[in-house]
T-cell receptor, first 114, second 116 residues
């Protein structure tokens, strides 16, 4: 069954610690995305990758880093430089033409600060 | 600057009646619009979309209307069912961005509650 898997579902970070959120897709999509959702706000784009070994900053990239070494994987690292990391993080993937295949989302990771 | 706006944070509708969710946008370059439905602690799921060359798209109980001159779109759900209770996000995309038309800008969402 094709889809997007995010892990872990819940994650706790200590002050000054980097944490990495996993995102894997088996939809054979070229593009992958990371969004952040805060209460009362829409989804905001953190980073996106159009193709393996390439990625671009989204609207709120500061304090985050990504890599795209494999087509199916797009991990997000929340660094200690991100001063307000508590949020719900969503990974998505897509394949070019939105009219044929809209972006698919994983079930998210909720990150909290200890 | 919020380019996609959903001005109603919440909406309650009686079961069986019509639910109308609204969305406004400011960027005239947007040419493709989508609605996503989201349950708590889950990712959004795609519901319905519309291209700017159309003014209406229908899929079962769901219809999306687009008014380009007003930069406004709406989602109609009829008849509303209890399982429709969720947060609905409007999203927009512009062709010609550096990687085609996939980059989405989301609204803040409307929480729809269907009253049995």
């Amino acid at each position: 069954d094709g889809g997007i898997t995010q892990s872990p579902k819940y994650l706790f970070r200590k002050e000054g610690q980097n944490v990495t959120l996993s995102c894997e897709q088996n939809l054979n999509h070229d593009a992958m995305y990371w969004y952040r959702q805060d209460p009362g706000q829409g989804l905001r784009l953190i980073y996106y990758s159009q193709i393996v070994n390439d990625f671009q900053k989204g609207d709120i990239a500061e304090g985050y880093s990504v890599s795209r070494e494999k087509k199916e994987s797009f991990p997000l690292t929340v660094t200690s430089a991100q001063k307000n990391p508590t949020a719900f993080y969503l990974c998505a993937s897509g394949q070019g033409d939105l009219s044929n295949q809209p972006q698919h989302f994983g079930d998210g990771t909720r990150l909290s600060i200890l | 600057d919020q380019q996609v706006k959903q001005n109603s944070p919440s909406l309650s509708v009686q079961e069986g009646r019509i639910s109308i969710l609204n969305c406004d946008y400011t960027n005239s370059m947007f040419d493709y619009f989508l609605w996503y439905k989201k349950y708590p602690a889950e990712g959004p799921t795609f519901l319905i979309s519309i291209s700017s060359i159309k003014d209406k798209n229908e899929d079962g109980r769901f219809t999306v209307f687009l008014n380009k001159s007003a930069k406004h779109l709406s989602l109609h759900i009829v008849p509303s069912q209890p399982g429709d209770s969720a947060v609905y996000f409007c999203a927009a995309s512009a062709a010609g961005w550096n990687f085609g038309n996939e980059k989405l800008t989301f609204g803040t969402g409307t929480r729809l509650t269907i009253i049995p």
